[in-house]
């Protein structure tokens, strides 16, 4: 499903979100405090927004180690990087959240952003972090959520049940990848549930942050 949508996958994030998406990963990346030395993992990396993200700034990672199981998402996000001129600072590999190719504690900072609910058993993807992420280091989790306030919540549901689908066939022309999303996030973890998940995971501090009204969490989390 992924391979099938990576070549409307950056245009639609920045159509169905209004263009918030860049901000709520932009975010992430400060909630991390790189000072321009760490090595850092982008765990779901995608078309490797957040991995390039990353390397902005005076203070961005020195280097950044992308992993995603999607062959033509990887593809799509080597080419980005290299016209970011931040190749080999940028490496891009094919991987599973659930076994994450990096020895134990070689990482100084990882983010996963809109790519822990698609994992089929998150807790392996979250101990996997916890394995590769050095003692002191900080993880930040970008995910979806469903609103609390009443009527906010309504609309939302509205939306992401009804037009996001609608929106998503259209461009991408794939039935069933934009129905998924919402799927997916009915499923997944209420914050406090994922927030212990992590504890348990191997993150014993953990910040659970709403971010526009509660549509997406940014989770902070200290080896």
Same mark, same amino acid.
């Given at each position: ?52 993200? $990353? ?41 599973? $959240? $659930? ?125």
């Amino acid at each position: 499903m992924f391979d099938a949508i990576a070549g409307h996958y950056d245009l639609l994030n920045r159509v169905l979100s209004g263009g918030l998406d860049q901000w709520w990963r932009a975010k992430a990346v400060r909630a991390l405090r790189l000072t321009g030395r760490e090595t850092l993992l982008d765990l779901c990396t995608g078309t490797a927004d957040v991995a390039l993200a $990353a390397t902005r700034g005076a203070n961005g990672a020195a280097r950044v180690v992308g992993i995603d199981f999607s062959h033509e998402m990887l593809r799509l996000g080597l080419a980005k990087v290299h016209r970011r001129g931040v190749w080999p600072r940028v490496g891009l590999v094919r991987g599973d $959240a $659930a076994r994450v190719p990096l020895a134990d504690n070689s990482v100084d900072a990882a983010a996963i952003a809109f790519g822990i609910r698609n994992v089929q058993q998150p807790e392996l993807a979250c101990r996997e972090l916890a394995r590769v992420v050095r003692r002191g280091g900080r993880l930040a989790v970008l995910e979806f959520g469903l609103p609390r306030a009443g009527a906010w919540r309504a609309a939302y549901l509205w939306y992401s049940n009804r037009m996001l689908p609608a929106i998503g066939r259209l461009v991408s022309r794939h039935g069933s990848a934009y129905e998924y999303l919402p799927e997916s996030v009915s499923r997944f973890p209420a914050p406090e549930e994922f927030g212990r998940m992590l504890q348990e995971s191997g993150f014993p501090h953990v910040t659970i942050v709403p971010l526009t009204l509660g549509i997406v969490y940014l989770y902070v989390a200290e080896r």
